[in-house]
């Protein structure tokens, strides 16, 4: 007994040392990894710069190391965002060593506002005379083929097909399946045209939301399709046909058609990538990722270290207190807001809002800074693929909003949205509860039981008294009367660009577009950029994915392209309370 013990002692000794070790030495790689990341990089002659497209890109890439470090395959893939392909794009339109650029398209959408912003840049970068080669392996989506739509040739493999068909929204709807777990939505709202709570009370769309949602969805899908007309040579009409016709079902359709210039196989696209890149067939060809062109120095500019313009990215839904990567925390970027607002050294400010709104409180908390900063220095709105409801909220204060024309804005309403878990707690559980007040109604709201008729009216004084605030807001900012944003508000979504026909938006114009206007209207020439939030500490960012982290990975990994249904499940967690947030999730496809 006594040596099985020892043994035992000292077999768990030897796991805690070798654990210790290992994570030293784990420790001591990535910090090698993270000094690496941090060194220029260099690029050879007859380069291709290669665009991942069909992937998730959000506003601003993070290049430590540590966020794109997946636990599950033990890989490093750090993201490139907006900025930084934009940066890289205009980067390589001067770069001798780049001999142009090659769209690899994958399954995953980004946005149809993004990938505008993309496909803007990349006709831009067309100028230079550089060639840029867009192909697809399996099936090129839309978002992917109408960023295609800027090369100046489009090929597929012969096997795949092209998703060319026009644009569904698409909104679920939870009425039936809160009803057979015994959960009643309670909802009070503003607006005739704020849908956001018909998921949980009807099992299809209202006429009102129907025909917002047929509006909006028409207008982007009319911008696309005159965007296409364009570059393909093919009449908008015609377009329409092909889609109704699903002719690019097949690659042979789609060539037949003009939609696209060629089909080919990988090693054919490669040899003809080479040709055009000034190589033979029997050359290697060096094919630059966007992280790695990112760390390859920019012709020398000159820049002020005293003359900055900060650039602000707000992305997620506006959440109450510190929030997360994911989502936008009022106090967290009333906090940013106000200290930009205070250093002298910032001459402009540029506030990045891909949002469909949130917490009312934590939005006010934002728009309250926002016209601080906005009153002392120029602060520029650049809308990405959201800037609705509490997303318009924040930007409405700003002394330019820019916005792209397929951007999802306006919502400008109010609902509020109290869940009432009694019959899922008693009938289906069987757990009871029973409440003691000092007061008539120190329990309200109470998730446990259904509201009476005053507490209604309290909840709806409430809802009407954010809405007059909100529309007062947008009036001030806008310069608009209050009769006149009520009369465009009452929840009622647009595109980018009718919100410019109405007066929400002042320009169409990306990310580039805002920050050029900061600097116009701040009077500078030189000055650097201070990209915020400030990135998480390599460090810390480590711990959080071996904890919380790493769950979402999985989950991500397990459901793929459905992990959409889980994100939309954790957002209805949150929407408790009065919201300012966008009608729906809906998808846009």
């Known amino acids: 007994m006594k040596d099985f013990l020892k043994y035992t002692l000292a077999t768990i000794t030897g796991i805690i040392i070798v654990s210790i070790l290992f994570f030293i030495t784990l420790l001591a790689s990535l910090s090698a990894i993270i000094a690496s990341g941090e060194k220029p990089a260099s690029i050879s002659k007859n380069s291709v710069l290669v665009l991942k497209a069909g992937v998730t890109i959000p506003d601003r890439g993070n290049l430590n190391p540590f966020a794109g470090f997946d636990l599950i395959n033990m890989t490093f893939t750090p993201t490139p965002g907006l900025n930084d392909i934009l940066k890289n794009i205009e980067k390589a339109s001067a770069d001798e060593k780049i001999k142009g650029i090659f769209i690899e398209n994958g399954l995953l959408p980004s946005g149809w506002a993004t990938t505008e912003e993309i496909r803007d840049a990349l006709i831009k970068f067309r100028e230079s005379g550089k060639f840029i080669i867009a192909y697809s392996d399996y099936v090129m989506l839309q978002e992917g083929y109408y960023l ?3 090369a100046s040739k489009i090929y597929i493999n012969p096997a795949s097909m092209l998703d060319f068909k026009g644009l569904s929204g698409e909104v679920m709807f939870y009425t039936k399946a809160l009803e057979k777990i015994g959960v009643e939505v309670q909802v009070i709202r503003h607006g005739e045209f704020k849908g956001a709570v018909e998921p949980f009370l009807l099992e299809k769309l209202s006429d009102e939301n129907e025909e917002q949602i047929k509006e909006y969805v028409g207008l982007i899908w009319s911008h696309i399709i005159e965007n296409i007309s364009e570059a393909r040579g093919i009449p908008t009409d015609q377009l329409n046909t092909m889609a109704d016709n699903l002719v690019a079902n097949v690659a042979t359709g789609a ?35 966007m992280t790695k062109y990112t760390k390859v ?44 607002r205070l250093d002298t050294t ?18 006010d908390i934002i728009w309250r800074e926002v016209e601080l900063a906005s009153k002392e220095k120029p602060v520029v709105i650049s809308m990405g693929n959201y800037a609705a409801s509490g997303g318009y909220f924040i930007s409405a204060p700003g002394t330019r909003i820019f916005s792209n024309p397929v951007t999802i804005t306006g919502s400008i309403g109010v609902f509020g949205l109290i869940p009432n878990a009694g019959k899922l707690m008693n009938q289906k559980l069987g757990i009871s509860t029973e409440t003691v007040n000092t007061n008539k109604n120190s329990d309200f709201p109470s998730f446990y039981r259904p509201m009476n008729i005053y507490e209604k009216e309290v909840m709806q004084s409430s809802i009407e008294k954010v809405y007059t605030d909100f529309i ?25 660009s009718r919100a410019m026909e109405i007066g929400l938006v002042d320009e169409i114009g990306g990310l580039n577009a805002a920050i050029k206007e900061a600097a116009v209207l701040a009077g500078v020439e030189n000055y650097s950029i201070r990209e915020l939030p400030v990135i998480e500490d390599p460090y810390t960012k480590l711990l959080s994915q071996l904890s919380g982290e790493i769950r979402l990975r999985i989950l991500k990994k397990e459901l793929g392209e459905y992990i959409r249904f889980f994100n939309e499940l954790q957002e209805i967690k949150n929407i408790t309370g009065i919201q300012t947030r966008l009608p729906y999730f809906i998808e846009i496809q």
């Open 297 to 340: 120095p920019e012709p020398k500019r000159t820049v002020s270290a005293r003359t900055r313009i900060s650039v602000i990215y707000a992305s997620g839904s506006i959440v109450i207190g510190k929030g997360s990567e994911r989502n936008i925390g009022g106090t967290y970027y009333g906090e940013i807001i106000r200290k930009e």
């Open 472 to 496: 007062n807001k947008v009036a001030s900012g806008r310069q608009m009367t209050v009769e006149a944003v009520d009369k465009i508000g009452e929840g009622r979504v647009y595109t980018g």
């Open 346 to 363: 910032v001459k402009a400010i540029v506030l990045r809002v891909n949002s469909p709104g949130g917490n009312s409180i934590a939005s």
């Open 255 to 289: 060539l037949e058609n003009k939609l696209v210039d060629g089909l080919m196989y990988r090693d054919e696209l490669i040899d003809t990538l080479k040709v055009l890149s000034g190589l033979t067939k029997d050359d290697k060809i060096e094919f630059v990722s």
């Open 148 to 150: 295609s739509t800027a």
